[in-house]
T-cell receptor
């Protein structure tokens, strides 16, 4: 079946604007994750959804960042009032839950001018 | 979560065997060791996971000594297409967030 998909693949925005990034997980995967990867760095965890449980938001860097997930399907990561330091690749992953094997999407490259 | 330490970079040539060692001195009894591979402009991809001794699949082997304080990812006969960043992670394999370090940037030359 299809893997994890993300859109847009690239997003250029101006400082202060809001952006929405979308993730479509693998069908049937109950767990969904968002990570951020700055240039030349490892991945930073942002937020984790598992079924109907309250999401783990411990990685969100500020209240400008939020995410939602509709049931066990699509998720949207929203960044309000973007700053230049928000420029990074935002990666989404999904898994069947209860495992460290996660399947990653291709990412959205966000550039804040 | 146990911290991992691995070399920042490694160079190799096509056809050689490459061994990347990861240190995880504070690994917990319930922790597994998982390796991911990341090509440029792509998300990471799961390679292999193990708990102890040796695990082998079609891509790589993973060697874990008895004290489990380190592990070695072995890539047999690398090709140019194995040039990537390799991440070693330690966790209880119960789901939840993954903690990525800097990874090892492997460069395979002709």
């Amino acid at each position: 079946g299809a893997g994890v998909s993300q859109s847009p693949s690239n997003k250029v925005t101006e400082k202060g604007k809001d952006v929405e990034l979308r993730c479509d997980p693998i069908s049937g995967h109950t767990a969904l994750y968002w990570y951020r990867q700055r240039l030349g760095q490892g991945l930073e965890f942002l937020i984790y959804f598992q079924g109907n449980s309250a999401p783990d938001k411990s990685g969100l860097p500020s209240d400008r960042f939020s995410a939602e997930r509709t049931g066990e399907s699509v998720s949207t990561l929203t960044i309000q009032r973007t700053q230049q330091e928000d420029s990074a690749v935002y990666l989404c992953a999904s898994s069947s839950g209860g495992t460290d094997t996660q399947y990653f999407g291709p990412g959205t490259r966000l550039t804040v001018l | 979560l146990a911290k991992t330490t691995q070399p920042i970079s490694m160079d190799s040539y096509e056809g050689q065997e490459v061994n990347i060692t990861c240190s995880h001195n504070n690994i917990a009894t319930n922790d597994y060791i998982t390796w991911y591979q990341q090509f440029p402009s792509q998300g990471p991809r799961f390679i292999i996971q193990g708990y102890k001794t040796k695990v082998t699949n079609e891509v790589a082997s993973l060697f874990i000594p008895a004290d489990r304080k380190s592990s070695t990812l072995s890539l047999p006969r690398v090709s140019l297409s194995d040039t990537a960043v390799y991440y070693c992670l330690v966790g209880d394999n119960q789901g939840g967030k993954l903690i990525f370090g800097q990874g090892t940037e492997l460069s395979v030359k002709p």
